[in-house]
């Protein structure tokens, strides 16, 4: 009976190190942590992971310039520098561990809502990531919108939900879906409707059709979200200052999540829940 115990602690021994060392094996090619890269090197992974999620979202390559991939590489900065540290409470402060485990709690309901609509679950998990860190935000803030996405109430209605029901996170996950399938319908044409359905999502349909109408040429044409990003002087203060980050800003947050090991998360992709 003891040497059954002591094969089976060996067993368990010898299964523990073989995990430790697969978790190790999946931090990056090169081994290191996203925090412990040089300049190329993190430039190469943001890129290589961007385009990732990019085909994993859509089934198509996207063809991001060096521009935006660095702008989705300072979204990643910002928020691997809030790993293992805290700089205060509520969204955009708290330590970055906080929020993937809000968002690992939250994962199934956001990943059924979304794949009930045909929509990429990547967009359910991390779009209520860069609105509002997954907490539920019942206060309205300065333009009124409330809940876990965001909803301004006349949006809520046009969707059939009451202020009540922007709170519940079932609910409101599907009346995103549903607002993000319109807006892939409105841009089905352009290669990269996802990216565009996500600035719409935060810019408005009818705003990002027009920039797109005034910015859009035969040279630029390949990648849309980087033509506007690139000629955001041209457009006004409000995509200057708020819309311009927000694309960037959920591929940041979808590298993270989707790779929460290489960057010192020992917990495994949002998407795995």
């Given at each position: 009976m003891k040497l059954q115990k002591k094969l089976l602690l060996l067993c368990a021994l010898i299964l523990s190190l073989t995990i430790n060392t697969h978790v190790q094996a999946q931090i990056t090619p090169s081994g290191k942590l996203y925090q412990q890269m040089g300049p190329a090197e993190r430039s190469a992974f943001v890129a290589e992971q961007a385009r990732r999620i990019g085909r994993e979202m859509s089934g198509n390559d996207y063809e991001f310039t060096s521009d935006f991939v660095g702008d989705i590489q300072q979204a990643v900065n910002q928020y691997a520098r809030r790993i293992g540290k805290s700089r205060g409470d509520g969204p955009g402060k708290e330590e970055a561990r906080l929020v993937f485990e809000r968002g690992q709690a939250q994962a199934p309901v956001l990943?059924?809502?979304?794949?009930?609509?045909?929509?990429?679950?990547?967009?359910?998990?991390?779009l209520p990531w860069i609105e509002s860190e997954y907490v539920n935000i019942e206060s309205p803030n300065s333009m009124g919108a409330i809940g876990m996405f965001?909803?301004?109430?006349?949006?809520g209605e046009r969707f059939g939900l009451s202020?009540?029901?922007?709170?519940?996170?079932?609910?409101?996950?599907?009346?995103?879906?549903?607002y993000i399938s319109d807006s892939l319908?409105?841009?089905?044409?352009?290669?990269?409707?996802?990216?565009?359905?996500?600035?719409?999502?935060n810019r408005g349909g009818q705003r990002t059709a027009r920039d797109l109408k005034f910015l859009l040429n035969e040279q630029n044409k390949r990648c849309s979200i980087c033509a506007l990003t690139a000629d955001r002087s041209?457009?006004?203060e409000t995509?200057?200052?708020?819309?311009?980050?927000?694309?960037?800003?959920?591929?940041a947050a979808a590298i993270i999540g989707e790779n929460p090991q290489a960057f010192g998360l020992q917990m495994q992709p949002l998407s795995s829940h």
């Open positions: 990943i059924a809502a979304f794949k009930s609509r045909n929509i990429s679950p990547l967009i359910g998990l991390y965001q909803f301004l109430p006349q949006t202020t009540q029901d922007l709170l519940d996170v079932g609910k409101s996950a599907d009346a995103a879906a549903r319908e409105q841009f089905k044409d352009d290669p990269m409707k996802e990216a565009l359905a996500l600035l719409a999502y041209k457009l006004d995509f200057r200052y708020e819309n311009v980050f927000y694309v960037p800003r959920f591929f």
